[in-house]
């Protein structure tokens, strides 16, 4: 079983509604979507090719590899067809790994049941096929398998990636209720920025959506922040061409001559940990913070493919609406006054709170946060008379 050479299908999942951008991404890495759904893109390749796509993908969650699909009606078929494969030649005999699940059977009340068949299967299997056993538990710090199984359809798979690449690793500060770094990403790639003019992001918290911005213009991809993936433990794994990969990210990374991304929050600490957060990214040197509030936030006048980006707070977590009322309007006035020639965003997962920018969308594109149903809110902001730059050199370049 040559997973690093043998083409078959591979799902990259992803958070929901964020498929659009992740399919995006796929393609401009070369590949060929077979089919994009809700939560996730489907595609055929080589465990090898998961290696790119692990180390490049912004949007992705896991990076599954499928071994083998097969009707199973209850967990003596799934035991039974799980221990013909020969496990002895994707997993180490003597190494370490561990099952993660979605099934949705009536035979199974919890996923943990149906991970111990999946389990004893591949141990009785190597017990009988090398008489040595690999070691298995719940920390994904080693080959991992996943079976998908509703009804009476189910799949196993290699997923290559172990820990979610929903996270990009630079985040040791996250601040109050932060946005998921693939989420930032997918939101930043479904707007009209066209990466080269200004990205300012009022209210910035965290500060992960300026980050996202800047690792985004400057082709800066996650896999320069991670240095441990689940496909390093299948056999077959050859280190000199992750590391030929991951030369290869350092090469791709691009230099854009004035690029302006501004970050603002009112509160000195959020600053301070965004701060920290784009040193982690190593692009705090691509970002000029400002601490002040929003409606004092620098927008350069150099308005040609900028993007102004709020991500406020929408009442769910953290704030009451009747707070929050007086902030979306100020929001609206701001982008309506300040931000002419821009083109603006709100993303929020109130839509009443939304209602009182008082400024019509031109596109509501659909994310969810978490469990809350969110959208990504666009404003053209038509130019009028030119406005003065508040800053001359806002960015440290």
Partial sequence: MEVFSTPNKIIITCHKWLAPALS?????????????????VELTGTVQDCIKLNLNLRCASQIMYSLKSFICN???????????????????PKGYFSVTSNVFHPTISTNLFANLRVKDAIVDRMREVTQQRPSSGSDLVGAVVYLYWKNDEAEVFLDTSGETLAKHGYRKLPGTA???????????????????????NPMCG?????????????????GLLRNQYAFMYILGYKKEIYEIEKLKLKDQIYKIPGLKIIASDISKRAIETAKANATMAGVDHLIYFQDCDFEQTNIPSNFDGAVVMFNPEYGERLGEELELEATYARMGNFLKN???????YIFTGNLELAKKVRLKPSRRIEFYNATIDCRLLEYELYAGTKRVDKTENPVNE
């Fill in 24 to 40: 995006k991404e796929v393609i401009a890495l070369g590949f060929t979507p077979n089919r994009v759904f809700q939560t996730g």
């Fill in 338 to 344: 300040s931000c002419k020639g821009y083109t603006g």
């Fill in 178 to 200: 932060p946005m998921l770094e693939a989420l930032a990403a997918a939101t930043i790639l479904s707007t009209k920025w066209d990466r080269k003019g200004p990205f300012v």
């Fill in 206 to 222: 965290s500060g992960t959506l300026a980050i996202e911005a800047a690792l985004i213009a400057t082709n800066r991809v996650p």
């Fill in 74 to 92: 209850d967990p003596n078929e799934l035991y039974n067809n799980l221990v013909k494969i020969p496990w002895e030649k994707v997993i180490d």
